[in-house]
């Protein structure tokens, strides 16, 4: 998910107030869906994350505390004690690495990062390492000129975690956009999959596809052959929920969810996850699902609960963003917003490491 420098993302989400809805809401319908047995893949790995959060807008932020406030210790303890069993973990790593090879992460800050990995894997908590947003946006500018760096970055990561646990995974980079497409793609990632495996030969990797994450573009990205990653998409649909405001979209805010063609439209959505795997024997996992901290509390809750049910039902497992700064699960001063952590639903079962 994108912070607030870049919140023109897709198709410029605009920024004015947004008119409340007219009229009573639809009727919310009860949660038609079962968790099932987590998918088994036949091809590539799965991950063992049960229910998961998203530790948003503070390591991935320009700099500490740029979003709001900063990550602490004691937040690892208050998402163990909810009952989260992992956590994605997005950082900004070429915030706090050399321009000029041979691109040397900060080691003070690469040590705060295992500092956060070990003390949320002493929770019993699984990690995604995620390198999210990118300083300048260089990576996606110019993806081919700063492949280098991007490689060198991954290369250090890799030797700080090669005697991390398994539960720790490694996501290459957040939602590929603009210049850094189908069309290159595998040119960027494949050489940094390369100098991780150089020190986690069999360490999970999660792989994002094209254009944000883009569910479409999952289906028919050709993921590398390499027998330890895992595909990921993200979902804020629909989008006048997901997001502050959908100008494309009629209504462009809805302050309501839960209806039967919502319901419908998670059936339809979760037959395709289902045809992905049977079609390709890949398993993914869904990095990032909101509903936007604007809407009302109960209908938040009613949305993570339905999508994540939705998505447990074909085996799939889901991470909510986020925990606070932004698209808040928890917020200082008042503690977890009503039902929505409580609510959230991963598979029946969880793979084994």
Request: proline share 8%; hydrophobic share 45%.
């Given at each position: 998910?994108t912070g607030?420098?870049?919140?023109?993302r897709?198709?410029?989400?605009s920024l004015?107030?947004?008119?409340?809805?007219?009229?009573?809401?639809p009727?919310?319908?009860?949660?038609?869906?079962?968790?099932?047995p987590?998918?088994?893949?036949t091809?590539?790995?799965?991950?063992?994350l049960g229910?998961?959060?998203n530790l948003?807008?503070?390591?991935?932020?320009?700099?500490?505390?740029a979003w709001g406030?900063?990550?602490?210790?004691s937040?690892?303890?208050n998402?163990?004690?909810k009952g989260?069993?992992?956590?994605?973990?997005p950082?900004?790593?070429?915030a706090?690495?050399?321009?000029?090879?041979?691109y040397?992460?900060?080691?003070a800050?690469?040590?705060?990062?295992r500092h956060?990995v070990?003390?949320?894997?002493?929770?019993?908590?699984a990690?995604?390492?995620?390198?999210?947003?990118?300083a300048?946006?260089?990576?996606?500018?110019?993806?081919?000129?700063?492949a280098?760096?991007f490689?060198?970055?991954?290369?250090?990561?890799?030797?700080?975690?090669?005697?991390?646990p398994?539960?720790?995974?490694?996501?290459l980079?957040?939602?590929?956009?603009?210049?850094?497409?189908a069309s290159n793609?595998?040119?960027?990632?494949d050489?940094?999959?390369?100098?991780?495996?150089?020190?986690?030969?069999t360490?999970?990797?999660?792989?994002d596809?094209?254009?944000w994450a883009?569910?479409d573009e999952?289906?028919?990205f050709?993921?590398p052959?390499d027998?330890?990653?895992?595909?990921?998409?993200h979902?804020?649909?629909?989008?006048?929920v997901?997001?502050?405001?959908?100008?494309?979209?009629n209504?462009?805010?809805r302050?309501?969810?839960?209806?039967?063609?919502?319901i419908?439209?998670?059936?339809?959505?979760?037959a395709?996850?289902?045809?992905?795997?049977?079609?390709?024997?890949r398993?993914?996992?869904?990095?990032?699902?909101?509903?936007?901290?604007?809407?009302?509390?109960?209908?938040?809750?009613?949305?993570?609960?339905?999508?994540?049910s939705?998505?447990?039902?074909v085996?799939?497992?889901?991470c909510?963003?986020?925990?606070?700064?932004?698209?808040?699960?928890?917020?200082?001063?008042?503690?977890?917003?009503?039902?929505i952590a409580?609510?959230?639903?991963?598979?029946?079962?969880?793979?084994?490491?």
């Amino acid at each position: 998910m994108t912070g607030p420098a870049q919140a023109a993302r897709r198709v410029a989400l605009s920024l004015i107030a947004a008119a409340t809805l007219a009229g009573p809401a639809p009727a919310q319908q009860a949660n038609p869906f079962v968790p099932a047995p987590a998918a088994a893949p036949t091809r590539g790995t799965t991950l063992r994350l049960g229910k998961c959060v998203n530790l948003s807008n503070m390591f991935d932020a320009p700099s500490p505390g740029a979003w709001g406030r900063d990550l602490r210790d004691s937040d690892i303890a208050n998402i163990a004690a909810k009952g989260f069993t992992a956590v994605r973990f997005p950082v900004r790593f070429s915030a706090h690495a050399r321009q000029d090879a041979p691109y040397t992460i900060d080691p003070a800050f690469l040590q705060r990062v295992r500092h956060i990995v070990d003390l949320a894997s002493s929770k019993g908590l699984a990690v995604i390492v995620d390198m999210h947003h990118y300083a300048d946006e260089a990576l996606f500018k110019d993806p081919l000129r700063e492949a280098p760096r991007f490689t060198a970055m991954w290369r250090q990561i890799g030797a700080a975690f090669a005697d991390a646990p398994r539960s720790v995974t490694f996501e290459l980079i957040n939602e590929p956009n603009d210049k850094l497409d189908a069309s290159n793609l595998r040119q960027v990632i494949d050489p940094a999959l390369a100098a991780v495996r150089e020190t986690n030969p069999t360490r999970p990797v999660v792989i994002d596809g094209p254009k944000w994450a883009n569910f479409d573009e999952m289906l028919k990205f050709d993921f590398p052959d390499d027998p330890n990653i895992v595909p990921t998409f993200h979902y804020y649909d629909p989008q006048n929920v997901g997001f502050d405001k959908a100008p494309w979209m009629n209504p462009a805010v809805r302050t309501d969810f839960g209806t039967a063609a919502d319901i419908a439209e998670l059936k339809a959505f979760s037959a395709r996850i289902r045809g992905f795997i049977e079609r390709t024997g890949r398993v993914p996992f869904v990095g990032e699902v909101g509903a936007h901290e604007s809407r009302p509390v109960a209908m938040r809750a009613t949305y993570y609960s339905l999508v994540t049910s939705a998505f447990a039902s074909v085996g799939v497992q889901s991470c909510a963003w986020g925990y606070t700064n932004t698209y808040h699960l928890w917020r200082d001063g008042s503690g977890w917003e009503p039902g929505i952590a409580d609510g959230m639903a991963t598979t029946a079962t969880l793979p084994a490491y």
